[in-house]
């Protein structure tokens, strides 16, 4: 990653934003080093839009501080913060052109008509739209309104650069587009940069690092492969790869037992006993006929999801759980089909396996490299 | 049957639009045809015709013309400059009392001309009564009374030009580095110009017709066209009246249709 000389460091300290009882961000704490790509990932509703608000100054925080290259920017208006910010929906202004959008910043900061036309001229370029300049934003599309978008933010210098499901309102094939351009520019710009999302393929794509955030508050963050490698909470693993979670309480180290009486084999061995909660991939279950190997996690096919490039299964382990399980749906390792009221047992991996305690926190596998009871378990 | 029924209701449809057009049309074209007649009193059919009646409405209702034209145009600048800054007040910002100020914005447009005229003639006999002003029957107080019947149609219409204006792009001016008041006039205003455009016609047509208001507060030096012409009937019944009404109907169409051309008011209407 290329760092501009001139890029910032941005720090969110305690951030709380209550709206009457409720708070949206609920202590917050995030430190940007300068160059990075940090996405906020959560579902509608989880603090993520409020708090980029809070750092664009729309919102004043109720408590905690936001540092710019470490002096506080809380008391400063949005037109004072150099934050350039690409909004949902584009926010372009519908009576201008688009190098008089472009234009509207350095204007506001009277750099002056040849400055200014320079500018405009070299983000054109960057954004490729040269031959757009004079069309008004109602005669571009969505991708191109998009670019102007983040030409005009750009165009400022800004100190961080603030995205809001700036791919939302693409269609899906634009989206990757998108996505790898912004991911460019901003490399090549090294500009410090956060973006919102609620769509973890995109904040994959996109981000050297992801909070991930539910209910005001910080699930985990991360690099993208941590928080997929290692959640920290069954939250976590739910949002990221779409984990099956089952309660229960383990018992005797190596079953979880569910309140209907039955009880689901674990991959690894586990010191702790008491309520606990299971999390695996649906992409980390493979499926196979009945065996007579030692652990046995079974059930019986409920349905059977062909979706080309997987297969989707949900198998009913009791009354009160049903797993979903996805493998590959084409070529030489597409996973075999099964009927529904077929017969399976199910395996997964002991790395696979998530284990979570009482109070969500995550619970080590019991030395599983010496454990007897793993090495015959394993699949 | 079901043709039958469509046939009927197409019918129907048909025969609804063509009365209100001739509702519309046929005193129009009455008043039209009246005015040219050659007669003193209203004769039919009338031995000739003559457009003299036009030439004679500068003598007889120049300066209530004029008088109208100079409390429409102040009337519609006052309104607009109340108006419109509380178009983006209501539709921007929260807060305490918004929902009285409204009311009392929009007020004056249900409660009826004639309450209105009285009221405010007794309240501008008390207010010169107790200060020693002298705003009764002059064009000031004319102006203040007709402000107040126009701005709810100004704030009225800025209101609904702002509800389709996304609020995002006012942030991204001021993130782009522009002050409040200068977001609103680079962003915000821009977005309001058909309301506002049509805000301040219907303030001027408003005022310009307004009879209610000015019985009560037009005096011998202070006379509005219509309560001019309103005088005028009182003592001859003659085709002038009628010229001055197609004059008057034929200035408004120009000026609705200029400005046609650069809004469309059929949206900022609606």
């Known amino acids: ?379 | 049957m079901t043709d039958a029924l469509a046939r009927i209701e197409h019918a129907a449809v048909s025969m609804l639009v063509a009365l209100g057009v001739a509702l519309i049309g046929v005193p129009l074209l009455l008043t039209l045809y009246l005015s040219v007649f050659d007669e003193k009193l209203i004769l039919f059919p009338p031995h000739a015709y003559t457009l003299d009646w036009y030439n004679q409405i500068p003598a007889t209702f120049g300066a209530p013309i004029w008088t109208s034209l100079r409390l429409g145009v102040t009337a519609t600048i006052g309104s607009l400059l109340l108006g419109v800054p509380a178009g983006i007040g209501l539709s921007r910002h929260r807060f305490r009392g918004k929902g009285v100020i409204s009311t009392l914005l929009l007020a004056p447009i249900t409660v009826p001309g004639i309450a209105l005229g009285l009221a405010v003639y007794i309240v501008m006999v008390a207010v010169d009564t107790n200060a020693g002003s002298a705003l009764t029957g002059s064009l000031a107080g004319l102006v203040l009374a007709h402000v107040m019947i126009t701005t709810p149609w100004v704030v009225r219409l800025c209101l609904a030009s702002l509800a389709t204006h996304d609020r995002a792009a006012e942030e991204a001016a001021a993130s782009l580095g522009a002050l409040p008041l200068l977001v609103i006039w680079r962003v915000t205003m821009p977005a309001m110009r058909p309301g506002i455009i049509a805000g301040g016609l219907f303030a001027f047509v408003v005022s310009f017709e307004n009879l209610e208001l000015a019985l009560f507060l037009s005096s011998p030096g202070v006379t509005t066209l219509p309560v001019a012409v309103l005088q005028y009937l009182e003592y001859h019944i003659d085709p002038l009246v009628a010229a001055v009404a197609v004059a008057q109907t034929i200035g408004i169409a120009i000026l609705l249709l200029l400005l046609d051309r650069f809004v469309r008011l059929g949206r900022a209407v609606q």
């Open chain 1, 1 to 379: 990653m290329m760092v501009a000389p001139e890029a910032s460091s941005l720090s969110l300290r305690n951030l709380v934003r209550r709206f009457g009882a409720h708070a949206a961000v609920d202590d917050v704490s995030l430190e940007v080093t300068p160059g990075e790509l940090v996405v906020l990932l959560g579902p509608s509703g989880c603090g993520k839009t409020t708090t980029l608000r809070l750092i664009a100054g729309f919102l004043a925080p109720d408590e905690g501080d936001i540092r710019l290259d470490g002096s506080s920017i809380i008391a400063l208006p949005p037109h004072k913060r150099d934050m350039g910010i690409v909004f949902q929906s584009y926010a372009l202004f519908p009576h201008l052109n688009v190098a008089r959008n472009i234009a509207f910043g350095l204007e506001m900061r009277r750099a002056g008509t040849r400055a200014t036309n320079a500018r405009v001229q070299e983000m054109l370029r960057l954004v490729r739209l040269e031959a757009f300049s004079q069309r008004l934003p109602r005669q571009l599309s969505g991708g191109q309104q998009q670019r102007v978008a983040l030409a005009r933010a750009l165009a400022i210098h800004p100190r961080v650069l603030l995205l809001d499901e700036p791919l939302s309102n693409l269609d899906a094939a634009l989206r990757q587009d998108m996505a790898r351009e912004i991911r460019l520019l901003q490399q090549a710009r090294g500009i410090t940069t956060i973006m919102v999302t609620h769509d973890q393929t995109e904040a994959m794509a996109l981000a050297d690092r992801l909070v991930l955030l539910h209910d005001g508050k910080v699930q985990q963050i991360g690099p993208p492969e941590a928080l997929h490698l290692r959640p920290e909470n069954p939250f976590v693993a739910r949002f990221i790869g779409g984990s099956n979670i089952v309660r229960g309480r383990i018992d005797a180290g190596t079953q979880l037992g569910l309140s209907d009486g039955s009880s689901v084999a674990l991959a690894a061995a586990y010191q702790q006993n008491g309520e606990a909660t299971l999390a695996v991939r649906p992409d980390s279950i493979r499926l196979g006929a009945p065996d007579q190997t030692g652990r046995r996690v079974e059930g019986s096919v409920e349905l059977c999801t062909w979706l080309g490039a997987t297969v989707e299964h949900v198998v009913r382990l009791s009354p009160g759980v049903a797993i979903l399980a996805r493998g590959p749906g084409l070529g030489p390792d597409a996973a075999p089909r099964h009927k529904a009221g077929t017969r399976v047992t199910l395996h997964w991996s002991a790395d696979d396996e998530f284990v979570f305690d009482a109070s969500d926190r995550p619970v080590p596998a019991y030395t599983p490299h010496f454990s007897p009871t793993r090495e015959t378990n394993h699949v």
